[in-house]
């Protein structure tokens, strides 16, 4: 699916003004915060993941640039219902694609930044439940 550039920024606009999944989560087993060096962007990441290690719940809190913000929703819809090794496994490349790369490519750092904030959780996470199996 390639969206022409006007698709995608009225993609990324509808995500910015419209965020889905905004807010805390309680009880999130991931629940961390990144940003970017240089930038405002600070995005703090939320996930609830169950025993059978899917992600059940997913939202953001923070504040940044309209891209920054609208991949952060974006990135919460995206992940509903994947595994963590799904998540972990997840491309800023195709997170790119699908923002709209033509448009995000300018500002790689702040379209990728909720993912890669996600990830770590997820990955930290996933760590820590595979040692406690041990």
Known sequence: MSMSRQEAIEFLVDHYQNPRNRGPLEDADVHLTGGNPG????????????????????????????ISMAAASYVTELVQGMTMEEVEALTFESLMDDLGREVVMARPTCATVALGTLKKGIHELHMQRKAAEK
Do not use: L
């Not at 962007?41 to 992600?55: F, I, L, P, Q, S």
């Open 39 to 66: 930038c405002s962007d600070r995005v703090e990441m939320y996930a609830k993941v169950g025993e059978d290690g899917r992600v059940e719940a997913v939202s953001f809190e923070g504040e940044g640039c309209t």
